[in-house]
């Protein structure tokens, strides 16, 4: 599997963007789904992810402001962040999990979102 993740940019505060992770393979609707990110000098952190079943979990930091998707026929999943603020400034990573063992098998490439204030 192969994961290209695309849509991020340049914002400002209280914008908001959408970003993108298109997916090869024909078991995509079967994995699980999961977007990460990792800001400059910190640790990658979980955003959220999406089980086959369109099943979702958010971190708390992100919560009420983004909104994780999936369109299985375009072996896609979204990422709307709205209402963005400084510090959700990161490359972010789509990553799938192929077991649906909350161990992400595969990652795409990331994509940068910056957010200025």
């Known amino acids: 599997v192969q994961l290209q993740a695309f849509g991020g940019g340049s914002v400002q505060a209280g914008g908001s963007l959408r970003l993108s992770c298109a997916a090869s393979?024909?078991?995509?609707?079967?994995?699980?789904m999961g977007w990460f990110r990792q800001a400059p000098g910190k640790e990658r952190e979980f955003v959220a992810s999406?089980?086959?079943?369109?099943?979702?979990v958010y971190a708390n930091r992100v919560k009420g402001r983004f909104t994780i998707s999936r369109d299985n026929a375009k072996n896609t999943v979204y990422l709307q962040m709205d209402s963005l603020k400084p510090e959700d400034t990161a490359v972010y990573y789509c990553a799938a999990d192929r077991e649906s063992d909350h161990i992400y098998d595969y990652w795409g490439q990331g994509t940068l979102v910056t957010v200025s204030s």
């Open positions: 393979g024909r078991t995509f609707s079967s994995y699980h």
């Open positions: 999406i089980t086959w079943s369109s099943d979702t």
